[in-house]
T-cell receptor, first 116, second 115 residues
Framework: AQTVTQSQPEMSVQEAETVTLSCTYD???????LFWYKQPPSRQMILVIR??????QNATENRFSVNFQKAAKSFSLKISDSQLGDAAMYFC?????????????FGKGTKLSVKP | NAGVMQNPRHLVRRRGQEARLRCSPM?????VYWYRQLPEEGLKFMVYLQKENIIDESGMPKERFSAEFPKEGPSILRIQQVVRGDSAAYFC?????????????FGPGTRLLVL
C-alpha cells in the first residue's frame, strides 16, 4: 500500500523569503506520480505542481519547485519569494500508474503561515 | 472551460436522513473520484468511477454509502441514514481520459453537517 507522510504540521515563513515543505512516501509501484495541492481557507483544492517519477528533472512552476529524490522517496516543495496569498494548507499526494490505480493518497498536510 | 462543479456547497441533515451530493466533472472528463476530508485531516479516497462503471470503491464504507456516474448527468454520492460521524467535507475530482489523465482537478467540495 502507498503511504504519504508530511512531518511538519505547521510552518511559517517571512514574506519574500523561501520555505521548503517536506514529504516522504512509500510505494511498491515502479511508475507513479507525485503532486502538491494547496488548500486555502476557502478549502478549494488547487493543484500546485506535479512530478512524474520516471523523470529525473525536478518540476518547476513559477515560484514553486520540487526536490524529487527517488531513491530516498522524498518529494519536497520549495516556495520562493513567498507571498501572503501562499498561506494555506499544503498536501502532498501520490498515485500509481495504470487504469485501476486511480486514487490519490494524501499526506495529513502542512499549514503554512506567511508573515508580512 | 468551467471547472468541476459540486452542489450543494453546504448540506445540513438530521440523523437518519439521506444526503445526496452531486458532482459535474470538467467538460471532456470521463473519470470521477470522490474523497472525504474530516476536520484537521487530509483527503481520503472513497470511490473512482467512469461513465456507468465503478472502477474502485475500496475506500467507501460497505453500508449506507453508494455512488453512481450515469451516462447522462452528474455523478451522485448518496449517504443513507446519516450519522454524526458522516459530517465532513466531500470532494469530487475529475480527470480526462487521455492527455494529463493522471492529474485530478477538484471541485469546491460539499460540507455535510449532520445534526
Amino acid at each position: 500500500a502507498q503511504t504519504v507522510t508530511q512531518s511538519q504540521p505547521e510552518m511559517s515563513v517571512q514574506e519574500a523569503e523561501t520555505v521548503t515543505l517536506s514529504c516522504t512516501y512509500d510505494t511498491s509501484e515502479s511508475d507513479y506520480y507525485l503532486f502538491w495541492y494547496k488548500q486555502p481557507p476557502s478549502r478549494q483544492m488547487i493543484l500546485v505542481i506535479r512530478q512524474e517519477a520516471y523523470k529525473q528533472q525536478n518540476a518547476t512552476e513559477n515560484r514553486f519547485s520540487v526536490n524529487f529524490q527517488k531513491a530516498a522517496k522524498s518529494f519536497s516543495l520549495k516556495i520562493s519569494d513567498s507571498q501572503l496569498g501562499d498561506a494555506a494548507m499544503y498536501f502532498c499526494a501520490s498515485r500509481g500508474y495504470g487504469g485501476s490505480q486511480g486514487n490519490l493518497i494524501f499526506g495529513k498536510g502542512t499549514k503554512l503561515s506567511v508573515k508580512p | 472551460n468551467a471547472g468541476v462543479m459540486q452542489n450543494p456547497r453546504h448540506l445540513v441533515r438530521r440523523r437518519g436522513q439521506e444526503a445526496r451530493l452531486r458532482c459535474s466533472p470538467m467538460k471532456g472528463h470521463s473519470h470521477v473520484y470522490w474523497y472525504r476530508q474530516l476536520p484537521e485531516e487530509g483527503l481520503k479516497f472513497m470511490v473512482y468511477l467512469q461513465k456507468e462503471n465503478i472502477i474502485d470503491e475500496s475506500g467507501m464504507p460497505k453500508e449506507r454509502f453508494s455512488a453512481e456516474f450515469p451516462k447522462e448527468g452528474p455523478s451522485i454520492l448518496r449517504i443513507q441514514q446519516v450519522v454524526r460521524g458522516d459530517s465532513a467535507a466531500y470532494f469530487c475530482a475529475s480527470s480526462p481520459p487521455a492527455v494529463n489523465w493522471e492529474t485530478q482537478y477538484f471541485g469546491p467540495g460539499t460540507r455535510l453537517l449532520v445534526l
